[in-house]
């Protein structure tokens, strides 16, 4: 009996030696397509744009593996209800399915709250311009003290001009352009810019290797935020 407790208790202490080496303390950030992203710290996962109608106007398509893959009790937050960063049939039954939270412009006071269920987290949200919706956001996200910006389709960039120390900004190509057209400089504005939903006919490349510039082509590419 004393030997089964000593080996009982050794992997006890193995169990606790795992759990410790999995807290990474990162949040990572995975693309999925479009303006998709997967968003989690360990303990709470963050769909961005997610799911979207697959191969909407020609854009990025996903392989059903990626709606099977999503976790439960997962928290759905849209810039917007375009079909190629939202559908409303396959999100809901997600929601359904996993008890899952969906968020929107539609219900912006909510999302706001959001920082009252999730660990050192935060939300800001930015009404901005988008040339074909009437309602649509981006967002500031600072989780872990790790600040977030989520551009979705905003096609102005003073929004964006307007902050500082943001880690990672994601932001569609044109959002960059529309800057430089302005004179508005982004440089200071964030460490790293992620630059997503590039669309089937664009050719965008990296000319200067710039190292503050990712770009998100191959589908299934990680960001890993250390905090």
């Not at 039954?93 to 999302?111: C, Q």
């Not at 989780?143 to 307007?162: F, L, M, P």
Request: hydrophobic share 40%.
């Amino acid at each position: 009996m004393k030997l089964f407790l000593k080996f009982a208790g050794f992997l006890a202490l193995i169990g606790v030696a795992s759990m410790s080496f999995s807290q990474t303390n990162e949040i990572t950030i995975r693309f999925i397509g479009n303006c998709g992203l997967y968003m989690t710290d360990g303990g709470s996962n963050i769909y961005i744009d997610f799911p979207y109608k697959s191969g909407a106007y020609n854009y990025m398509e996903y392989d059903v593996s990626e709606l099977d893959s999503v976790k439960t009790n997962p928290i759905f937050i849209y810039t917007h209800k375009h079909a190629d960063h939202y559908s409303g049939k396959l999100v809901k039954k997600l929601a359904k399915d996993l008890g899952g939270r969906i968020y929107s412009p539609g219900n912006i006071r909510e999302l706001l709250k959001l920082s009252q269920n999730l660990n050192d987290f935060t939300i800001e949200a930015f009404k901005t311009k988008h040339r074909y919706s009437f309602h649509h956001f981006s967002y500031l996200i600072t989780w872990h003290h790790k600040r977030i910006y989520i551009s979705g389709d905003a096609s102005n960039a003073e929004t964006i001009a307007a902050l500082k120390d943001i880690d990672w900004a994601f932001v569609p190509v044109w959002l960059l352009t529309d800057a430089k057209e302005k004179g508005l400089n982004l440089g200071n504005v964030s460490n790293m810019f992620a630059i997503y939903h590039i669309g089937p006919g664009n050719r965008i490349t990296n000319k200067s290797n710039d190292p503050k510039i990712k770009l998100l082509i191959r589908q299934g590419d990680l960001i890993k935020i250390k905090y």
